[in-house]
């Protein structure tokens, strides 16, 4: 059913949840796992911000090798990947360039006025996508 199943991650709790639901999605359908964090950052000139983008990159690349290495204790292979930009954006682009053929995310259950203000990468996701998005909420964020 599928073939390759794209997991957005951020390194947080949240994401690790999502990615645990991925990696057993990968594992019962044979599928290749993609596991992406997209940066929003735009590097610059600035000294302090071309380290802020260092930093932040680290951290992806360090996100996306724990998804590849909590997928091989179930024999699932991963190919990591980054991206700069609008991370809903992003994700749909790496969708349509990937043949992805599911996404999964993480969520963090925001509602009123954070939500209003703040926004929701997997509404925008949900909405968007060509493809079924499965989005996993925290089980702390029930509380």
Known sequence: ????????????????????HAIDLAAVHDAALHALYVLHLRPSLE????????QLEALGE???????ENAAQQGVE?????????PHRQ???YVDEHDVDLVVLGTHGRTGLE????????????RLSPVPVLTVRHPASDE
């Open 47 to 54: 000294p302090n911000l071309e380290l802020l983008y260092d």
């Open 78 to 86: 991963v190919v990591e990947a980054m991206a700069n930009g609008t």
């Open 1 to 20: 059913m599928y073939d390759r199943i794209l997991v957005a991650t951020d390194g947080s709790e949240t994401a690790r949840v999502a990615v645990d």
């Open 115 to 126: 939500h209003a203000l703040v926004g929701s990468v997997a509404e925008r996701v949900v």
């Open 62 to 68: 360090e996100a996306t090798a724990q998804v590849a």
């Open 91 to 93: 994700i749909l682009d």
